[in-house]
């Protein structure tokens, strides 16, 4: 199992094992199916390309998209996630844009992570020459943070609690917002490599995620990160 740093998802604890969200949700369906998980900590980039070539199995976090189904089996949805605009916050009143295509259009600069999927508005306005030197794309989440503190980015996209717990955690939640610019929510997914797991064991990975849906274990764990 591949994870990233992607706290509260997924991160590496005080004592140094994998931890969060994502991560306790598929150790409670691994052990449902009798399974060990041997973790493996990356960028998403790497990840992503592990996957492929079978050297990773699964990556949580997952979005759904037509290359990805190329070359990966993906397990029913798990939880939602949503995508907010966030920027600098002396500059918010300067910026009433209502979607991201309308802060695009007015020049701005956006940080994004290189392999994460925001959704097809996006997708349109990245496949578009005019607008595509307005992303700027980078490996990790904290570098979009500093790039956006330095001013050589006008906004970042992330996850909304993500991005809060980022900036808490390095102490920028006044320095930076969120703008009421979102992505809206969309299905998450646990992403399998096509070349080392067979349908079979997705379908049974799926029939235990359905099985702590219902015996309770799937809400206590979303109760422990208050979602």
């Known amino acids: 199992m591949g994870f990233e740093t992607w706290e509260p998802y997924q991160y590496i604890g005080m004592d140094q094992k994998p931890g969060g969200l994502d991560i306790e949700l598929v150790q409670a369906i691994a052990s449902k199916m009798s399974c060990t998980l ?71 600069k956006l940080g994004i992570v290189s392999e994460y999927y925001y959704g097809p508005e996006l997708t349109e306005l990245y496949s578009n020459e005019t607008y595509k030197s307005q992303f700027i794309e980078a490996q990790l989440s904290e570098l979009n943070i500093a790039r956006l503190v330095d001013e050589d980015i006008d906004g970042m996209l992330e996850d909304k609690f993500v991005g809060v717990s980022m900036l808490r955690r390095k102490g920028l939640d006044r320095e930076i917002g969120q703008h009421s610019i979102t992505l809206g929510n969309t299905d998450v997914y646990v992403m399998f490599s096509k070349a080392t797991v067979k349908p079979e064991t997705v379908a049974a990975f799926n029939k235990a ?8 274990e799937y809400d206590a764990v979303l109760a422990r990160y208050q979602f």
Do not use: C
């Open 38 to 108: 041997v973790t493996q900590h990356s960028n998403w980039l790497e990840l992503v390309a592990a996957l492929k070539e079978g050297k990773v199995d699964l990556l949580m976090g997952s979005s759904m998209t037509p290359s990805r189904q190329e070359f990966a089996h993906f397990s029913d949805p798990y939880r939602k996630e949503q995508f907010v605009l966030f920027v600098r916050s002396a500059d918010a009143a300067g910026l009433p844009q209502n979607t991201i295509g309308d802060f695009i259009a007015a020049g701005k």
């Open 209 to 216: 995620l359905a099985e702590i849906k219902q015996n309770g």
